[in-house]
């Protein structure tokens, strides 16, 4: 479809172990965005993109967390030694907005939800 | 800090009734502020953008205000339906950043 793609939609698994979470925004859309959402709680920003370059990673809640984008393409978060309190639904939005023009709507994942173990 | 405050109470409303949210921010001065919809298990779906020279805009049955004094913005549902139930979050943009209310979950009954 053309809307955004996230994958897995449900993941389990163990703390202490990695887990890859993958984004596909919009063909055409420069800017990509993470955010994490636990259960009953809104929005927490986590990362932006513009193009492949993250101008503010200030939202990652530790080092555990990284994320890196492909061109203006696919986004990976990546959360190394998991533990409990990760567990949220991960969501990606991605968005026509640049720097110039600083407007434009998100346009959300359907999110990947996190279970950790 | 920066915050954004939306009524963590649920707003329960009758069918045909018109709901009003309200989103409070503070130390933020943003170029504009989206509205969403989030229904169970789904992602936040955007709704409307209204920027801090508009006062009012206005989309079919909805309409938002932005008053950049009060740093308050408000949300209406006219002729609410139970269709309508759902919850209802504010964005605040800060240098491409956006940054989400909690949300206000509005409940509509037939």
């Known amino acids: 479809g053309a809307g955004v793609s996230q994958s897995p939609s449900n993941k389990v698994t163990e703390k202490g172990k990695d887990v890859e979470l993958r984004c596909d925004p919009i063909s055409g859309h420069t800017a990509l965005y993470w955010y994490r959402q636990r259960l009953g709680q809104g929005l927490e920003f986590l990362i932006y993109?513009?193009?492949?370059?993250?101008?503010?990673k200030s939202g990652l809640p530790s080092d555990r967390f990284s994320a890196e984008r492909t061109g203006e393409s696919v986004s990976t978060l990546t959360i190394q030694r998991t533990q409990q309190e990760d567990s949220a639904v991960y969501l990606c939005?991605?968005?026509?907005?640049?720097?110039?023009?600083?407007?434009?709507?998100?346009?959300f994942g359907e999110g990947s939800r996190l279970t950790v173990l | 800090s920066q915050k954004i405050e939306q009524n963590s109470e649920a707003l329960n409303i009758q069918e045909g009734k018109t709901a009003t949210l309200t989103c409070n921010y503070t130390n933020y001065s943003p170029a504009y502020l989206q509205w969403y919809r989030q229904d169970p298990g789904r992602g936040p779906v955007f709704l409307l953008l209204?920027?801090?020279?508009?006062k009012e805009k206005r989309k079919e049955r909805l309409k938002v205000t932005f008053d950049t004094t009060l740093k308050q913005s408000l949300f209406h549902i006219t002729a609410s339906q139970p269709a309508d139930s759902a919850t209802y979050l504010c964005a605040l943009d800060n240098f491409n950043k956006f940054y989400f209310g909690s949300g206000t979950k509005l409940n509509v009954k037939p």
């Open positions: 939005a991605s968005s026509v907005t640049d720097r110039v023009r600083r407007a434009g709507e998100l346009f």
């Open positions: 993109f513009q193009g492949n370059s993250a101008p503010d």
């Open positions: 209204i920027r801090e020279n508009e």
